[in-house]
C-alpha cells in the first residue's frame, strides 16, 4: 500500500526543471500547513551531472538517468514533466498509464495532434482520480492575478482593449548553439515558446480569444550552430562549426478578437534588452492596468474617475503588491507590503496547488486549480491559428 505521504519527482533537470524541483520543496511552506508530507524522491535527467547538481541543491533522494525507472516507483506519486517539447507526450502518456498523478510544462506538445491525444489521456485519468495538469505558470504571477481582479470585479468595466508582448533576447547572439527551441514548423519558435505564456494570460485577462488577424512572422538569424554537447536552457554552450538552419520563428506579431475586446500582441526571442519582458496592458471603459514581469511586485493602475483630484493631474499610478493581493498574503514567510518577489514564486504557488488536489482539499479550502490539459489544447489551437493567418498573408482565421 502506497504510504500517506506524496512522493515528488522532476523529469528534466534544465531551466526549468530545477524552478519545478525547488517549487515542490517550497510548496508546503506556503499557506496553512499541508495535511500530508511530501518527500522529494527523484530527480530524471540524461545528463546525470545535471540531475545530481539539482537533487543535491534541492534535497532530493535520488537521481535517474531514465525516466522510465520513475514508472515503477513505489515511492514516486507526483511527477513534473519538464524537458524539450516533442518529448512530453510520450513520457506524460507513459506516466499516466502507471498511475502517476501528473504536472506537464507548457506548450502542452509539438503538435496539435499529440496534444489532443493526451487531452484524452488526461480526461480518462481524471476520470479514475489522477491529477493531470499543466503549468500555465504566469497566472500565479500576484500582479497578473491583481488585474484580473480588476477585471472581474468590474473596477475598470468591460475590458475594451489589450497591449501584451513578451520580448525575450534569449536569441539574439548568432553564437547561441542550435538547440531543439529552433526546431520546427512556423508558431513553433518564440510565439510557442514565449507566446504561449502571452495567450493564455491575456485570456486569463480578457477571456476567450475567437479569432486572430494580421499574423507575422521573421526568422531574424537563420541558421546557428550545432552544439559539441548536450545544451541546458537558452544559453551559451561550445559550439562546433556545422551549423543547421533555423526553421521556425524568431519574433511573431499578431492581433486578435476576444468576444468584446480586442488586442495587439508580439513574441520575440531577439529584443535586445529585454530578458525576459512580458507586459499586458488592460484598457477599460473606466481605468486602464499594467502588469510588467521585469517589475513583477507591482502594477500600474489609472482610473478615470479619481474623485475630487483634477483630471489634468489623473495618470497612472504605480501600485506595490502587498499582502491585500493574490498570493502576497499566504505565499511568503515575510508577508509584508513590499517584500518584493518574482518568477520563481509563481512555480511555488502552481505546485502548491497541484498538491492541494492531489491530495483532496475542496476547491473552495485550495488555491485555484491548475489548468486543464483542454487549455493546453486550446493554447495550441491558439498558435495553430496565428500560424494558419501568417501563411495566408495575414488573413482573419477563427479560432475552433
Ligand atoms: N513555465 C515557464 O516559465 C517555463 C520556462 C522555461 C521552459 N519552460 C518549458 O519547460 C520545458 C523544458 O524547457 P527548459 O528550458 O527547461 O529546457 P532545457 O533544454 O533547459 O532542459 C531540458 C532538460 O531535459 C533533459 N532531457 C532531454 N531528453 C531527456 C530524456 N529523454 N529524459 C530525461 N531528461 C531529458 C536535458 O538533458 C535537459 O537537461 C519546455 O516545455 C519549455 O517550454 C517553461
Known sequence: MREQRIGVAVIGAGMAGAAHAAAWRAATTVRSPFPRPVKLAAIADLAEPLARDVAGRYGYERVETDWRALLEAEDVDVVSVVVANRLHREIVEALVAAGKHVLCEKPLADTLDDARAMAETARRAEDAGQVVRIGFTFRRA??????????????????????????????????????????????????????????????????????????????????????????????????????????????????????????????????????????????????????????????????????????????????????????????FAMAAPGIGFGQNDGFVFQARAFLEEVAGLAAEDSWPRNASFEDGVHNMELIEAIAASAAAGGSEVRVP
Open 142 to 331: 500576484p500582479g497578473l492575478a491583481a488585474l484580473r481582479e480588476l477585471v472581474t470585479s468590474g473596477a475598470l468595466g468591460e475590458v475594451v482593449h489589450l497591449h501584451g508582448r513578451y520580448l525575450a533576447d534569449y536569441g539574439c547572439d548568432p553564437q547561441i548553439p542550435m538547440t531543439w527551441r529552433y526546431r520546427g514548423g512556423p508558431g513553433s519558435g518564440a510565439l510557442a515558446d514565449v507566446g504561449s505564456h502571452l495567450l493564455y494570460t491575456a485570456e486569463f485577462l480578457a477571456g476567450p480569444m475567437r479569432s486572430v488577424a494580421g499574423a507575422q512572422f521573421r526568422t531574424v538569424i537563420p541558421e546557428r550552430r550545432l552544439p559539441v554537447g548536450s545544451t541546458v536552457g537558452r544559453g551559451k554552450a561550445e559550439v562546433s562549426e556545422e551549423t543547421e538552419p533555423v526553421t521556425n520563428d524568431d519574433w511573431a506579431g499578431f492581433t486578435a478578437q476576444f468576444d468584446v475586446a480586442a488586442g495587439t500582441f508580439e513574441a520575440s526571442r531577439v529584443s535586445p534588452g529585454h530578458p525576459n519582458g512580458l507586459r499586458l496592458e488592460i484598457s477599460c471603459r473606466d481605468g486602464a492596468a499594467v502588469w510588467d514581469q521585469e517589475r513583477p511586485a507591482e502594477i500600474q493602475v489609472h482610473t478615470r474617475d479619481i474623485g475630487g483630484n483634477r483630471q489634468a493631474d489623473n495618470g497612472f499610478r504605480t501600485v506595490t503588491l502587498g499582502p491585500g493581493h493574490p498570493y502576497v498574503g499566504e505565499g
